[in-house]
């Protein structure tokens, strides 16, 4: 694998920290505080798009951060975790479905949702750790990889170099005759957004583990069981849904499709193919 220099430029800043910030979250309502747990890595190139994780229903941001330490040192990127807790983001409505409908399925305004929260978390996120990147990479595992996908495709960023939804345990499919959160229906998605959303630089990471029916964090929603016993299935579901409605669109299909061997609902097993993935990322599109 190419070294930190190769893949961004020759500069770097010797750093080498772990540190905790606070963050408020901007919408209107109640205040509500996000701990952001960041990572500079001992050769921190600024160029580099640094790495946004999102952390799954155990809400342990710190250990998330830990977990890309290692990646965040071989590719030079820095690494920054917020962390949702339970008393201010209590269920899946406020964090898992980024806030977007009510308890009883009504679309709220777009300045509730939490989607764009994550692009204002970058840019704190850039000015504490010395990035001067443009943009910036987004990875979400579990419940933080329902977020991303679905950040992805109701609420894209064009500061988002490339998005990585990895074990996933639910989908937003992107159909029309299914109710949010499981499809399309009963939110203002048009055909127009389909064919960006097909386009949009997204990857889809599954442990070929991830297949346990039984798992004791696995949505059972009946819109969840619908796509799959367990988050292997519903994550190939996903991108084989994809696959077909671009085909029936004949519009340019851009997702990938990535299995990880030997690993199963595991951060730690699946952050260092997804460090990896956005690296080759950057070797292939620096800018």
């Given amino acids: 694998m190419p070294s930190a220099s190769c ?4 500069a770097t800043v010797q750093l080498d920290s772990a540190s905790r910030i606070e963050f408020a979250d901007p919408r209107p309502g109640p205040a509500r505080h996000i701990p952001l747990w960041l990572y500079r890595p001992r050769a921190l190139v600024p160029s580099a798009p640094p790495v946004i994780v999102l952390h799954g229903m155990s809400r342990n941001a710190d250990a998330y951060r830990d977990a890309w ?9 820095a690494v920054a975790a917020p962390e949702f ?16 409908v009510s308890p009883d399925g009504t679309l709220l305004p777009r300045a509730q949702w ?32 329902q977020l991303v996908h679905r950040l992805a495709t109701f609420a894209w960023s064009p500061r988002i170099a490339f998005a990585i939804s990895a074990n996933a345990g639910s989908y937003t499919m992107p159909v029309f005759d299914i ?11 048009t055909e127009a957004d389909m064919r960006s959303l097909l386009s949009r630089p997204l990857a889809v990471l599954l442990g070929e583990e991830d297949n346990d029916a039984a798992h004791h964090n696995l949505p059972r929603q009946a819109g969840a069981m619908a796509q799959g016993a367990h988050r292997l299935a519903r994550g190939q579901r996903y991108i084989q849904t994809a ?39 950057s070797a292939r599109d620096p800018g």
């Fill in 85 to 100: 807790s339970a008393a201010e983001y209590p269920d899946a409505l406020d964090y898992n479905f980024g806030n977007m």
């Fill in 179 to 189: 109710d949010y959160p499981f499809g399309l229906r009963r939110t203002a998605f």
């Fill in 114 to 145: 939490l989607f764009p929260v994550i692009d204002q978390i970058y840019l704190r996120v850039r000015e504490a750790l010395g990035s001067n990147s443009e943009r910036y990479y987004l990875y979400g595992h579990s419940a933080g990889a």
């Fill in 69 to 77: 330490a290692d990646s965040a040192d071989r590719f030079g990127f």
């Fill in 243 to 281: 696959g077909r409605v671009a085909a029936e669109r004949q519009v340019p299909f851009a997702w990938q499709l990535i299995t990880v061997p030997g690993v199963g609902h595991s951060n730690p097993g699946m952050a260092p193919a997804a460090a990896a993935l956005f690296a080759s990322n």
């Fill in 7 to 10: 893949l961004y430029g020759t």
